[in-house]
């Protein structure tokens, strides 16, 4: 299962690579700033059942914007969550990253359901699920991404799409209100 796929957002202005060949792991996660971060974008057909997303863990040089750069986005639930990246002409949710490229991971948000990355591995934050969702994997996924972006970190030349060689984000993120956040989490809270 090694392949590359390239993704475009729903207006096709921002397009993206994304290898599964290499180290990665797909999981749904269920938790609701995943679902925030969607339903602020307006893009909740991306959730799997019972409103979860997608993603291939992976380390950054596996996703590569391809084209559209000028499109890219950046956003913070709170002013100290993950950068969420995205496709600012329409909207269309694209990765997750820490605020700072000293870990090397992107969690890629796959298109519903996820197809060309092989089974999902684990589902996690599955608390706030709407419905029954079996909880499986969850420390294994994320011990071995951890593990995996260790042993990536000391081999890695580039910081991906989303940093520049400085470490810092090639965009500035927007840092959504708390009324933003409120409105945001629906019925997730």
Not at 66 to 85: F, I, N, Q, V, Y
Not at 101 to 123: E, N, R, Y
Not at 149 to 155: E, F, K, P
Request: aromatic share 6%; net charge positive; glycine share 12%.
């Amino acid at each position: 299962m090694q392949s590359t796929q390239h993704i475009s957002c729903s207006c096709h202005a921002m397009t993206w690579s994304l290898s599964n060949s290499a180290p990665g792991r797909h999981v749904v996660c269920y938790c609701a700033d995943c679902q925030s971060f969607a339903r602020h974008l307006g893009h909740t057909e991306i959730f799997a059942p019972h409103n979860g997303t997608h993603i291939w863990q992976t380390v950054p040089e596996a996703l590569q914007i391809t084209g559209g750069l000028e499109h890219l986005r950046a956003l913070r639930l709170s002013p100290k969550g993950l950068m969420r990246w995205y496709a600012g002409c329409c909207g269309t949710p694209i990765a997750n990253t820490l605020a700072k490229p000293t870990v090397p991971f992107v969690g890629a948000i796959l298109p519903a359901p996820g197809d060309g990355f092989g089974p999902v591995k684990g589902h996690v934050n599955t608390a706030i699920t709407r419905g029954a969702v079996k909880e499986r994997g969850l420390h294994a996924a994320g011990g071995t991404i951890l593990l995996r972006a260790v042993g990536a970190l000391l081999r890695q030349k580039t910081r991906g799409s989303f940093f520049d060689e400085a470490g810092q984000p090639v965009r500035d993120p927007q840092v959504l209100t708390v009324a933003e956040r409120t409105a945001a989490r629906g019925a997730t809270a």
